[in-house]
T-cell receptor, first 110, second 118 residues
């Protein structure tokens, strides 16, 4: 199963871009990279996903390296409401399960 | 769509009592997942269903836990008898298995049930 590695925690100043890294060196060619976030006491919320190309939506941008062994989630203008745990997940195997790690606790500071 | 609906939001029960958690998935979604989350162990998959059929229950901690999905719009997770170590937040999530080969595949989570067993 492909695994992901993320920093345990990160800080970012409000209004600045938050860049959250993720390593997935064992990812296979057809596995997507998903990002979710969990704000305290709520269920995880989908942010973005990608396969090879960089992706952008109204919430964030996802940059995937050419070898696909790592990716970066970018929140372009972080706000206090972006404080959450961010999970980088690789869809795994024939059962299409999302395998959850510990995530990165992102704290946005005023 | 109202999203994935879980009830109750909070449950406090005494050790030894039966607890039933409920989930209504998004209409049209045919995969349903039950997760448990604690500070120590993070998000753990307990069981998941495709088209109302349990596919993998290897995450169910022991025989005290059981889950059913009698139809496409309802699932229950039952703990009998409950123990203090079962205290956690239980999440239900749903997805469409028909999307699993497409980039649209992803999970939608409910708001969770916070269970406290005293």
């Amino acid at each position: 199963d492909a695994k992901t590695t993320q920093p345990t925690s990160m800080d970012c100043a409000e209004g600045r871009a938050a860049n959250l890294p993720c390593n997935h060196s064992t990812i296979s060619g057809n596995e997507y990279v998903y990002w979710y976030r969990q704000i305290h006491s709520q269920g995880p919320q989908y942010i973005i996903h990608g396969l090879k190309n960089n992706e952008t939506n109204e919430m964030a941008s996802l940059i995937i390296t050419e070898d696909r062994k790592s990716s970066t989630l970018i929140l372009p203008h972080a706000t206090l409401r972006d404080t959450a745990v961010y999970y980088c997940i690789v869809r795994v195997g024939s059962n299409y399960q999302l395998i959850w790690g510990a995530g990165t606790k992102l704290i946005i500071k005023p | 769509d109202a999203g994935v609906i879980q009830s109750p939001r909070h449950e406090v029960t005494e050790m030894g009592q039966e607890v039933t958690l409920r989930c209504k998935p998004i209409s049209g979604h045919n995969s349903l997942f039950w997760y448990r989350q604690t500070m120590m162990r993070g998000l753990e998959l307990l069981i998941y269903f495709n088209n109302n059929v349990p596919i993998d229950d290897s995450g169910m901690p022991e025989d005290r836990f059981s889950a059913k999905m009698p139809n496409a719009s309802f699932s229950t997770l039952k703990i009998q008898p409950s123990e203090p170590r079962d205290s956690a937040v239980y999440f239900c999530a749903s997805s469409s298995v028909w999307d699993r080969e497409t980039p649209n595949y992803g999970y939608t989570f409910g708001s969770g049930t916070r269970l406290t067993v005293v």
